[in-house]
């Protein structure tokens, strides 16, 4: 597996703090205190060792890289 390869698609985390706040500030009737996002992927339920998450997806929970293009191969 070479993951080097999906660096291309990397989102930096200033970028994410930008989708976080833009999601966040659509609707002005709710305020967010915290977020909590879980450490655990929810494949394998282990820790996350390379965060990773769909381009078009619209929640804010991980997954682990590895984990994931093991089981699509499979």
Do not use: W
Request: hydrophobic share 40%; aromatic share 14%; charged share 20%.
């Amino acid at each position: 597996m070479d993951i080097k390869f999906y660096h291309k698609f990397y989102v930096t985390i200033e970028e994410s703090l930008k989708l976080f706040k833009y999601e966040f500030s659509i609707n002005k009737d709710i305020q967010i205190k915290s977020i909590k996002i879980s450490l655990l992927c929810p494949i394998t339920l282990q820790l996350i060792n390379i965060p990773a998450r769909g381009t078009f997806c619209n929640h804010f929970q991980c997954f682990d890289l590895e984990n994931y293009i093991t089981a699509i191969n499979n």
